[in-house]
């Protein structure tokens, strides 16, 4: 099906597509990048396919340099003016035997079999100015009617390449879009076959799906999915808090935090485990009201399993542990408790922790959300004030270090380090004041007490 709609090609794009047309050859933008320009996006990468087959393409492109890294799929990257893109033969996709790569390839002239071994019809599109779309499985009528629909049999493509289960989700979620029913079942159907999976593609796609703006509704309608890779939510869902803090079941309140907060993958994955604990430390009172103390901590053990599970960076997961295990502090705009806390985790993960924690109120009931949120407000302001004024809440900004205390007789390593500790926490509770000789004084007392 061909479509003489026209989309505005970047011109280096068009030049690449006019080089294989005088050379003889058919060439086309393909997928992700005519996907996005349809929904009106910018898309960053745009990606050609062509009937030249890859030794033709280099030829093509002596002039230019060159790299094979997917050579044996048909595609050959091209530099062209500092920048990097795709080109790949039309193909036919044999068997997929791992459910995730096919054994073989085999190149074709024939564009629309190139598209019919794609995901979705949103995908299944390819542009050049001189033919315009062609759309054989109404792509642009999915994407009219915003719908995530399988190219041919979902089974099919599913059981190909079981990633595809998070791409359709992935789709769903960023582009704020529905799933047809028939691949929304098929997904269902298919998702065990995520255990094919490796970690570092799943953490990829769990990523941008709980970053995208439709994430709180795909997670609500997918856990099951979610589950079989991380089987530890399975709990929450369902799980009703008994608690008058609380008017959601414990999965719909882990959505809502999703969306109540910003979309970084920090951020919405710590909102994703910040309560995955609570089942497991459960306490009822005699009027059935329910009690989760400790929850936070049995929380962040847990994310600390998946996440190494997946693979995550070990920066990622040090930090989704610590916004877990402080998300339950209780702040009241007290300046002392706010800077012990910036000394124990630092001054970024606060900022962090503090949005966090805007996000688990949202979620919230209404009882007593005003006074959470004033609380909050008025521990942002005193946040601001510290930065602002630079006080001391780390051991950097005191006024001695250890080299002051050797010099006083303080010699031995463990004591100047629990000495300038308890030193860090006097100025903190302003008992002292940030002052070297009032520092030294002190040390030499705390020394000479034997008090550390």
Not at 194 to 201: G, H, M, P
Not at 261 to 284: Q, S
Not at 307 to 326: A, E, M, S, V
């Amino acid at each position: 099906m061909v479509n003489k709609l026209k989309i505005k090609l970047p011109e280096k794009v068009k030049n690449i597509i006019e080089h294989l047309n005088n050379n003889g050859f058919e060439a086309f933008a393909v997928g992700g990048c005519v996907r996005d320009t349809l929904l009106g996006l910018h898309p960053h990468d745009w990606d050609i396919c062509t009937n030249a087959k890859p030794v033709q393409i280099k030829n093509c492109f002596a002039d230019c340099k060159t790299f094979d890294a997917g050579i044996q799929h048909g595609t050959v990257s091209v530099v062209v003016d500092g920048e990097v893109f795709e080109i790949t033969t039309y193909r036919i996709d044999g068997e997929y035997n791992d459910n995730r790569h096919p054994d073989n390839v085999t190149f074709t002239d024939d564009i629309e079999k190139d598209l019919a071994r794609r995901d979705f019809t949103i995908n299944a599109m390819a542009y050049n100015d001189k033919i315009g779309l062609i759309d054989p499985f109404n792509g642009q009528h999915d994407i009219k009617n915003r719908t995530v629909r399988c190219v041919g049999d979902p089974d099919r493509r599913f059981k190909e390449d079981s990633l595809r289960i998070l791409r359709a989700l992935r789709f769903a979620s960023t582009y704020n879009l529905s799933i047809d029913k028939n691949t929304e079942n098929s997904l269902l159907y298919n998702s065990n076959l995520l255990s094919n999976i490796t970690a570092e593609r799943i953490s990829s796609e769990l990523n941008r799906i709980v970053c995208g703006k439709n994430a709180e509704k795909i997670l609500n309608k997918f856990g099951e999915v979610f589950a079989v890779f991380i089987p530890e939510i399975k709990p929450m869902f369902n799980y009703e808090q008994h608690n008058k803090h609380h008017d959601k079941e414990l999965w719909r309140h882990t959505t809502s935090a999703i969306d109540a907060i910003e979309a970084a993958p920090l951020l919405r994955i710590t909102m994703l485990f910040h309560d995955l604990g609570k089942p497991a430390t459960c306490r009822r009172d005699s009027d059935g009201t329910c009690h989760f103390k400790g929850h936070q901590n049995i929380s962040a053990e847990m994310t600390d399993k998946i996440l190494h599970r997946l693979k995550y960076p070990n920066d990622f997961i040090n930090d989704c542990i610590t916004l877990i295990k402080y998300h339950d502090v209780r702040f009241s705009g007290n300046k002392r408790r706010l800077k012990h806390v910036m000394s124990a985790i630092g001054e970024e993960n606060v900022l962090q922790l503090l949005k966090v924690q805007r996000a688990d109120i949202m979620a919230q009931s209404m009882y007593m959300r005003k006074e959470k949120i004033h609380n909050l407000d008025l521990t942002c302001k005193v946040l601001d004030e510290v930065i602002a004024e630079k006080e001391c809440f780390t051991l950097k900004q005191l006024a001695v270090n250890g080299n002051d205390l050797i010099n006083i007789g303080i010699g031995e390593g463990r004591e100047i380090g629990r000495i300038l500790k308890l030193l860090l926490n006097l100025v903190i509770d302003e008992k002292i004041d940030n002052e070297k000789t009032v520092l030294l004084n002190k040390a030499a007392e705390l020394h000479s007490n034997n008090y550390y």
